[in-house]
């Protein structure tokens, strides 16, 4: 279980590092990986000072990035968003805050509830060593204040490039709202961030 007071407490440690980074430009880019991007696309589209969320692929090449083949674990792909920001609305600490406590568990190796597979995997796609070094340093205060009972196993890579998924795995939630993966599996996540970050949701 991972303790919301420690968490908040570890945010305030990282933020420091990015005022200059904040400030540089207006959109910035975020691209996480937390098991099926439905749920993890649903739940950054409900985050105050995000402009646009897709689904997609990173981790692999061009020619792998179609769902038919990432689905068999076996492509590099991971099944991932890509999230735009305004940085003066939204901090990218404030966005690792939602994905390591509402969005996935990071500590689930090559999987998340019912999936499994590399393609499942938890990552964090860094764009650029201001982001490697805050996840990095984020990813060892949580480890050092055991927020979690678990060992973090996060990857933090550099983007190489990201694909976006074919057009009916976009906006999926909100498409599907009944559906039943996604009412058992990702709208928790939905009342989570509304209950744990009142002041980013929307």
């Not at 792998?64 to 076996?74: E, I, K, L």
């Not at 205060?141 to 979690?148: E, G, N, S």
């Amino acid at each position: 279980m991972l303790n919301i007071r420690k968490i908040l407490g570890i945010l305030l440690f990282v933020t420091c590092m990015s005022n200059t980074a904040q400030a540089a430009a207006k959109e910035q880019t975020a691209v996480f990986a937390g098991g099926c991007f439905w749920g993890v696309d649903a739940v950054f589209k409900h985050v105050r000072g995000v402009s646009e969320v897709v689904s997609g692929y990173a981790g692999g090449d061009a020619t792998t990035a179609h769902y038919d083949q990432v689905s068999h674990g076996n492509t590099g792909h991971a099944e991932a968003v890509q999230i735009h920001f305004d940085p003066e609305q939204v901090s990218f600490q404030q966005l690792m805050q939602v994905f390591f406590s509402v969005a996935h568990d990071p500590t689930q190796l090559n999987r998340q509830g019912p999936d499994r597979g590399s393609q499942y995997r938890s990552a964090i796609f860094h764009t650029d060593a201001q982001q490697q070094k805050m996840a990095n340093s984020y990813i060892r205060q949580l480890t050092a204040d055991r927020v979690f009972e678990s060992p973090i196993v996060t990857q933090v890579v550099p983007l190489q490039r990201f694909y976006p998924a074919e057009a009916y795995h976009q906006n999926y939630l909100a498409l599907h709202p009944t559906q039943p993966y996604i009412v058992v599996h990702d709208m928790p996540k939905l009342l989570q961030l509304r209950i744990q970050f009142p002041a980013l949701y929307r």
